[in-house]
């Protein structure tokens, strides 16, 4: 009698176990988006980049199918393969584009008209290009067509106008490079951004804000820029990364 009394017992609670096992599965699973928004935010205005591939690989670990997740991880993949660029790793960033392009062709057949993912789209052309000048007649025209289709599908997101500010920017003027008209677009991005109600941990923003920084340094807006650092600093902290990213050169007037 016992025994089967025990038996009843155990019955009983494996199948309370089961019943809250989804409950559990739930809770272990802390770590949600705004998380890592965060932690790539903090990471990032430190100038640390060292935890990014790791915060990538436990992204990736929950094998999310939703479209934010999925979206989340290609951002912080653009975010890490334009560092390494900065710090010539090209070896590094291609195998990060790699892991992009899987992403991105898998993402835009199943939601085409998804402004952001085109936008990255044509970010990580212009990554191939930096990996290899002699494509550029190939990739150039790719990466453009999806910047101006991310603009033309959603006019308010400010992932596009980032993109074709970047192709003016790094772009040479023999090729129809155009700093200024770059700050222009950087500009309508950030009012964008700034309209957005998610202000919180947004690292593109501090990105962002650093390509006009860059810009207006090398249209020789000095008292601008030094204003405009200055409102960085205040909202950011010291940010001491950004006298590499702008050029330490530029920023001291040599």
Known sequence: ??????????????????????????????????????????????????????????????????????????????????????????????????????????????????AQLHSLTGAFYGYKISLAFYKAPFYGPKSMMHIEKSIELDATNPSGYIEKGNSLLYRPAAFGGDKNEALVLYRKALKLMQKSDDQQCNWQQMLLRAFILK??????????????RESMQKDYGPMNWVEQFVGANLIEGK
């Open 1 to 114: 009698m016992t025994k089967y009394s025990d038996m009843i017992s155990g019955f009983k609670s494996l199948l309370i176990f089961l019943i809250f096992l989804p409950v559990f599965s739930a809770t272990a699973q802390t770590k949600d988006l705004k998380h890592y928004q965060c932690t790539f935010f903090e990471s990032y205005r430190a100038g640390d980049m060292s935890p990014w591939p790791g915060l990538i690989a436990e992204m990736e670990k929950v094998k999310s199918t939703d479209l934010a997740w999925q979206t989340e991880i290609v951002k912080a993949i653009y975010g890490y393969v334009g560092y390494q660029l900065g710090n010539k790793n090209k070896d590094l960033a291609r195998g990060y584009i790699n892991k992009a392009d899987v992403y991105l062709e898998k993402l835009l057949k199943q939601h085409p008209k998804n």
């Open 215 to 228: 810009g207006l340094y090398e249209t020789n807006q000095v008292a601008e820029a030094k204003a405009f």
